[in-house]
């Protein structure tokens, strides 16, 4: 079962949005993960197919490299 969960965030560079990704993919391996920067809220994107996606875990991550998370219910 496909698994997903979007975040509003405060990522506006495409440079650290693909900085982001990569460090993310080196926590989280089995995750999708992509930002959509052209949205008003500068999206995160994480989709799983293996497990559960730790959103908890994801926001204090983003908020300890400084940018502001917040899951989309």
Same mark, same amino acid.
């Given at each position: 079962m496909k698994r997903v969960e979007i975040f +509003? =965030?405060?990522v506006c560079k495409y440079r650290d949005a693909q900085q982001i990704v990569t460090t993310l /993919?080196? /926590?989280f391996s =089995?995750? +999708?993960i992509n930002f @959509?920067? $052209?949205d008003d809220e500068n999206i995160l994107r994480i989709e799983s197919s293996q497990s559960d996606i @730790?959103?908890?875990s994801v926001i204090t991550q983003?908020? $300890?490299w400084g940018y502001e998370c917040e899951r989309i219910v």
């Open positions: +509003k =965030t405060n /993919l080196g /926590l =089995t995750y +999708k @959509d920067l $052209e @730790d959103a908890s983003m908020f $300890e």
